[in-house]
């Protein structure tokens, strides 16, 4: 989809707005206060700038609501400049996952943070996606060898990157970067992701209906290892 075609979503689908906003919110509440910029990779229609102003947009490429271009893979900041780096929905985009892993332990300081909201692959989510959506889910590549990944545009994605790299190989992950220590891996949205209908898809409730899903979820809480959408990941830089 466009920026465009994500634009006129946001606006027209209340639940959709109330979903991101809340996952933004919870965003904020796990980012490092150690001096430096924030950094959000991949800002899209930039929305997230509604709950942390002073955040610095980027994209990859020069967008009307980015503040600058960046290339997750080829991060065009200093070493040891940045406080926070936070990505939403652009981890399973990358081709080179470990490109961005070290980019991310050259650039953080000492006590900076990734924070990632991503797709989780749970049994259920699994079939959902592979049947109701557009984007690819691959099991089968090394997450974390360059080599078995090909490259790719920044548009293509895996759908299944996020639980490769950060659950099914989190051990990986930690012995090759000691330095990325990870804080929290949370599994989120049972029913509230995807009665959002997401940006490409009908909204199956309206917006008023959030408070009561988002009790709905906490009741559901026990079949999140089943049947969760989405996942929370946040690393700091040691």
């Not at 942390?52 to 893979?73: G, H, K």
């Not at 109701?132 to 994605?157: G, T, V």
Request: charged share 25%.
């Amino acid at each position: 989809m466009t920026l465009g075609a994500h634009e006129a979503a946001w606006r027209k689908k209340g639940l959709l707005r109330r979903v991101y906003l809340g996952w933004y919110e919870e965003i904020r509440r796990r980012l490092s206060s150690v001096p430096g910029p924030t950094v959000e990779l991949g800002s899209g229609i930039g929305r997230f700038k509604e709950v942390v102003p002073a955040a610095v947009l980027t994209d990859v490429e020069n967008t009307r609501y980015a503040d600058a271009v960046a290339d997750a893979e080829q991060l065009p900041f200093a070493d040891g400049s940045l406080a926070n780096l936070v990505l939403v929905d652009v981890f399973h985009h990358l081709g080179r996952p470990a490109r961005f892993l070290d980019e991310a332990r050259r650039v953080l300081v000492t006590g900076g943070r990734v924070v990632l909201l991503e797709p989780y692959c749970s049994p259920l989510s699994s079939l959902v996606y592979k049947h109701l959506h557009e984007e690819d889910l691959d099991f089968s590549p090394n997450a974390l060898d360059d080599d078995d990944l090909a490259a790719k545009s920044p548009w293509s994605a895996n759908i299944a990157l996020p639980t490769l790299v950060f659950f099914r190989r989190i051990h990986d992950v930690e012995q090759r970067f000691p330095e990325l220590v990870v804080r929290e891996r949370r599994r989120l949205a049972v029913v509230v992701w995807p009665l959002s209908g997401g940006y490409s898809r009908c909204a199956l409730a309206p917006g008023f209906m959030y408070r009561p899903l988002e009790l709905l979820e906490r009741l559901l809480a026990p079949l999140l290892p089943f049947a969760a959408f989405r996942c929370l990941i946040v690393l700091e830089r040691g």
